[in-house]
């Protein structure tokens, strides 16, 4: 399913989430109108990115605003407007900080707006204060298969992963008391292997549902 196919006004993007880790973690929060699950057009960032922009319709503009470096091949096929956001301090920027520059780029809904945040991929972030004073928990150089060894085997590994799910989550809820009466959905470029196989990550021209099935949910604006 092609992002483009559905209606919405913003379309927040989780990197390397799984249906099920959705699933488990929304009803903690309570701004889900629905969970669903589609088929990603693409097992890695690039190429969901390719085919995903590909497919932009041309009746409002689009920007894409993405802490995912892969991000940027969307640029390759479309005419959109692509914001990178770095991190001077991390390897991926904090999701404090893509909302901040999505809010700067929202101009309403005469024009969509894609927000691809860089978690639950690792590094694995957790508040220490407010909104922005994070800090890195697990994750570094080589990310998940490194905590793999690190931390315990599998379970533990997907439990970082579902840990930086709720926290990229309390970035978005904060996200949507400032859209107005946007129409917003929520789904991922991709999952993750966790253990399938005897695998962690995801690789190109992966077909298995661990990686291809990710969430599709409505999000409510509402006060």
């Not at 301090?89 to 809904?109: C, I, K, M, N, T």
Request: some cysteine.
């Amino acid at each position: 399913t092609n992002v483009f196919e559905r209606d919405w006004d913003v379309l927040v993007v989780l990197d390397a989430c799984r249906a099920e880790w959705l699933e488990a973690v929304a009803p903690e929060f309570g701004m889900f109108e629905s969970v669903d699950r589609i088929r990603s057009v693409a097992g890695r960032t690039a190429g969901w990115a390719r085919r995903t922009f590909a497919a932009a319709p041309t009746d409002r503009p689009v920007t894409y605003v993405h802490g995912a470096k892969y991000g940027r091949f969307a640029s390759h096929v479309a005419d959109i407007e692509r914001v990178f956001v770095r991190s001077r301090e991390f390897r991926y920027p904090p999701a404090h900080q893509l909302s901040r520059v999505a809010l700067d780029r929202w101009a309403g809904p005469t024009e969509r707006l894609v927000v691809h945040y860089a978690q639950p991929h690792f590094p694995v972030f957790r508040r220490t204060g407010d909104r922005t004073d994070v800090e890195v928990v697990a994750g570094t150089g080589k990310g998940a298969k490194v905590a793999l060894f690190r931390h315990g085997g599998y379970g533990a590994v997907e439990a970082l992963y579902r840990a930086n799910l709720r926290y990229v989550l309390g970035e978005v809820a904060a996200l949507l008391g400032q859209l107005g009466d946007a129409r917003v959905a929520l789904t991922a470029d991709h999952g993750e292997f966790v253990g399938e196989y005897g695998l962690v990550g995801h690789f190109p021209g992966v077909q298995h549902d661990a990686v291809r099935i990710v969430p599709w949910a409505r999000l409510d604006t509402g006060p």
